[in-house]
């Protein structure tokens, strides 16, 4: 099962990780394939840019995958303009792919994280 675990992360404390990520990748030290993430700088900015329509979306062309934009504003009832912009959104985050001009999901399950203490 491909997984994206998506979350709200410090940028502060996300660069020191990449940084640390990155020494150690320098020292020639084996690291594991790291997981797929997308992450956002506030619960705010997730929430406004992962709508619960989006998140629709997203499983709707999971169970549907090959439709093209405008088969997808049929089957949805959705208004093809604003969905045109939603599809360019997600397909920008990397949560759909367009082959052919057709629209899949690259991912079968999407895990968020929201931390409610600061790490220790």
Known sequence: MKRI???????????????????????????PDANATLNFASFRQLHDTLTAKRMELLRFVACHEGLD?????????????????DIKLLNELGLLEI???????????????????EAA
Request: a negative charge; zero cysteines.
């Open 69 to 85: 934009n405008r088969q997808l504003a049929s089957q949805t009832q959705d208004e093809y303009p604003k969905l045109e912009e």
């Open 5 to 31: 675990e998506i979350g709200v992360i410090d940028p502060q404390a996300e660069q020191a990780a990449l940084l640390a990520w990155a020494k150690r990748a320098d020292s020639g030290e084996v690291l």
């Open 99 to 117: 082959v052919e001009g057709r629209l899949f999901t690259p991912f079968d399950e999407i895990v968020m994280h929201y931390p409610l203490r």
